[in-house]
C-alpha cells in the first residue's frame, strides 16, 4: 500500500539513559528540519519509553491502529524509528544519518522493515569479495606452511 507524505507521522521511541538514542539527536533533528522543508506535512514523534507508561498505546489510539499486530512498538531495542500513515507501519533499519533518514521517510510506504544496509552498490560488494577471497587464500597458505 502506497501512501503519500501529505499524512505521515515519523517517529522515534527511545529511552534517557540509551546511547544510542543520545547519539540520533543530532541527526534527528537535521531530519526533522529537512523534511519540515518538503511539501507534504510531514508530522514527527519522539516517545519516551524507558518506564512502564502507556504512551505507545496513546500514539497506536491516535494513528486509529487497532490490530494488536500492526500497532507501534519497539523493535529489538532502542532506539525504535517508525513511520506510520492510514493504519500502516513501517520501521526502519538503517544507518541513523539524518540523509539517510530524510530519504527512508521521502519513500512510499510499503509496510514492515525497511534495511538500508540491503542497498549497497555493486562495486562495494565487488571489493568486499576480493578482500574475502584474499583472506582465503592467505588462510590456505598459512594451512599449507603449517602441513610441511
Known amino acids: 500500500m502506497a501512501t503519500n507524505s501529505k499524512n505521515i507521522m515519523v517517529g522515534?521511541?527511545?529511552?534517557?539513559?540509551?546511547?544510542?538514542?543520545?547519539a540520533l539527536v543530532p541527526e534527528w533533528s537535521k531530519m526533522k528540519k529537512e523534511l519540515s522543508k518538503q511539501r507534504g506535512g510531514y508530522k514527527f514523534v519522539s516517545v519516551e519509553q524507558s518506564k512502564?507508561?502507556?504512551h505507545l498505546e496513546r500514539l497506536n489510539k491516535y494513528l486509529k491502529i487497532d490490530?494488536?499486530?500492526k500497532?507501534?512498538?519497539?523493535?529489538?531495542?532502542?532506539p525504535t524509528i517508525f513511520k506510520a500513515s492510514n493504519g500502516v507501519v513501517e520501521y526502519y533499519n538503517g544507518p541513523r544519518m539524518a540523509e539517510n533518514l530524510v530519504q527512508w521517510a521521502k519513500?512510499?510506504?510499503?509496510?514492515?522493515?525497511y534495511n538500508a544496509t540491503k542497498r549497497r552498490n555493486k562495486s562495494h560488494d565487488k571489493s568486499r569479495n576480493r578482500s574475502h577471497k584474499l583472506s582465503k587464500s592467505r588462510t590456505a597458505a598459512?594451512?599449507?606452511?603449517?602441513?610441511?
Open 67 to 69: 490490530d494488536n499486530a
Open 107 to 113: 519513500e512510499p510506504m510499503k509496510g514492515g522493515s
Open 71 to 78: 500497532k507501534v512498538q519497539i523493535q529489538g531495542g532502542y
Open 52 to 54: 512502564e507508561e502507556p
Open 12 to 22: 522515534r521511541i527511545h529511552a534517557l539513559w540509551c546511547g544510542h538514542c543520545k
Open 142 to 148: 598459512k594451512s599449507r606452511r603449517r602441513h610441511h
